[in-house]
């Protein structure tokens, strides 16, 4: 699944547009690494997003097959942490 669809899909980001934005202005790390939008997201895979100044970190635990879901969206992924940074950029 695609990484602006999956944040969507688990409410971690209202709208699919919004999603893409975020990817696209550098917001979102996948295990490590700036993602666009189209990446693939498997399980596992440790997901961070810096909004508002606060990184959320999260790893994916359920990639659903479509984008209706039966499950809690929180069922998809575990928190790993969540901090608050101010507007500073992903640590190097």
């Keep these: 699944m695609r990484l602006d669809l ?35 997201v498997r399980v596992g895979d440790t997901v961070a997003i810096r909004q508002r100044g606060r990184v959320k970190t999260i790893r994916v635990a359920v990639v659903p097959e479509s984008k209706t879901i039966r499950c809690a969206p929180t ?18």
Excluded: H, M, W
Excluded at 14 to 25: D, L, S
Excluded at 75 to 92: H, I
């Design 6 to 40: 999956f944040l969507k899909v688990s409410r971690l980001i209202v709208r699919r547009t919004v999603a893409q934005e975020v990817c696209e202005a550098g917001a979102v790390k996948v295990n490590g690494a700036t993602a666009k939008p189209a990446r693939e």
């Design 75 to 92: 069922d998809l992924y575990e928190l790993v942490s969540e901090e608050t940074t101010g507007s500073e950029p992903f640590p190097t």
